[in-house]
């Protein structure tokens, strides 16, 4: 079955620098790949996504980018600010199993002003 | 628009009982799909409903049951309750069954086993 792996595991920066987290995906039929921050304590939250026939998309301070020859997605976040503090998971989908989303591990983000 | 809900927000159990957890759909969704969430990993994906019949399911096993309702509300059920059973389990809806629906979730059942 579909495996992801995402890294770093934590990270931290100064307020306004940028984040860049990494995520590879094994099942070259995955299609779906959201991103969501989940606060503490609070339920997971979709803040992008992008599908596999595109290859990159904004919305404000965030994008994303799809490599589907080398079988990775990266979320990146300009101009940090505190309250983007949080965890956040990519995710995968092939469409099979109904819309089954594999997740990542996790990163821990952490901006420091 | 109402967002995914669901209850009870805690539950404590001991080993052995059964739980049956809810979720509410969020309005015009017809598709839910229940996650398990272990402290400090990511969810993972236990079944999905659409139509009131089980659309896919992941590695659990079959004392982890569920139902889906006509008005696409959905119930999971656990028996036999393990200590490993312990978690935050999320419930999460779409607008359709299909791959590229986005799955919005809600806040989540903390399961504490004893």
């Known amino acids: 079955g579909e495996n992801v792996e995402q890294h770093p595991s934590t990270l931290s920066v100064q307020e306004g620098d940028s984040a860049v987290i990494k995520c590879t995906y094994s099942?070259?039929?995955?299609?779906?790949f959201p991103w969501y921050k989940q606060e503490l304590g609070k339920r997971p939250q979709l803040i992008i996504d992008i599908r596999s026939n595109v290859g990159e998309k904004k919305d404000q301070r965030i994008a994303v980018t799809l490599n589907k020859t080398a079988k990775h997605f990266s979320l990146h976040i300009t101009e940090t600010q505190p309250e983007d503090s949080a965890v956040y998971f990519c995710?995968?989908?092939?469409?099979?199993?109904?819309?089954?989303?594999?997740f990542g591990g996790g990163t821990r983000v952490l901006v420091k002003p | 628009e109402t967002g995914v809900t669901q209850s009870p927000t805690h539950l404590i159990k001991t080993r052995g009982q059964q739980v049956t957890l809810r979720c509410s759909s969020q309005?015009?969704?017809?598709?839910v799909s229940w996650y398990q969430q272990a402290l400090g990993q990511g969810p993972q994906f236990i079944f999905q409903?659409?139509?009131?019949?089980?659309?896919g399911r992941g590695n659990f096993p079959p004392r982890f049951s569920g139902l889906q309702f006509p008005n696409y509300s959905s119930e999971l059920n656990v028996n036999a309750l393990e200590l490993d059973d312990s978690a935050l389990y999320l419930c999460?809806?779409?607008?359709?069954?299909?791959?590229?629906?986005?799955?919005?979730f809600g806040d989540g059942t903390r399961l504490s086993i004893l």
């Open positions: 995710a995968a989908s092939t469409g099979a199993a109904g819309n089954k989303l594999t």
């Open positions: 409903y659409y139509r009131e019949e089980e659309n």
């Open positions: 099942d070259s039929a995955s299609n779906y």
């Open positions: 999460a809806s779409s607008l359709d069954q299909g791959a590229l629906q986005p799955q919005h």
């Open positions: 309005s015009g969704h017809n598709t």
